[in-house]
């Protein structure tokens, strides 16, 4: 998101370092799922795929699935996304790709009020950080899982 939407209370991608993960896309090329993508997620959206990968030496990940992690997450309110130019110009291409069809928009939409930026990832494993009091806790679970 360019800092100049959502009256300039985003961040711009250059802050964020994004094209250090970018994978450029060729006209006409295969699309390859990088090693990560295959080992997290890919057990969990297509279990039967060829070039997934169910588990790997020093990694948590046994078909996707790992111990409970606790990370540092930002919520962000979906009517700030939605009033961002950026946001909105980045969803009607997507909605407009070929891509359109494999997105789960029904789940985006019910998952609305639970959208957040991620931190910092891997504070902890098992149960939360000990830190956290019993009153933060206790508000923390209020907003449901």
Not at 47 to 70: N, Q
Not at 80 to 104: D, G, H, N, W
Not at 130 to 145: D, F, I
Request: charged share 20%; net charge positive.
């Amino acid at each position: 998101m360019a800092s100049s939407g959502a009256a300039g209370l985003l961040c711009a991608d250059d802050e964020l370092n994004y094209s250090a993960a970018r994978t450029p896309l060729v006209a006409g090329a295969p699309f390859l799922l990088d090693e990560s993508y295959r080992l997290a997620h890919l057990p969990l959206v297509a279990p039967a795929h060829p070039r997934l990968i169910a588990r790997k030496d020093g990694t948590p990940y046994e078909m996707g699935r790992h111990e409970r992690v606790v990370s540092l997450v930002l919520p962000v309110p979906a009517t700030l996304l939605q009033t961002s130019a950026e946001y909105l110009t980045l969803e009607a291409e997507v909605r407009a790709s070929c891509l359109a069809p494999k997105i789960a928009w029904e789940v985006a939409k019910r998952r609305r009020d639970r959208l957040h930026a991620m931190i910092c990832g891997s504070l902890a494993t098992g149960q939360a950080v000990a830190q956290v009091s019993a009153v933060q806790r206790e508000a923390l679970a209020k907003l449901g899982p």
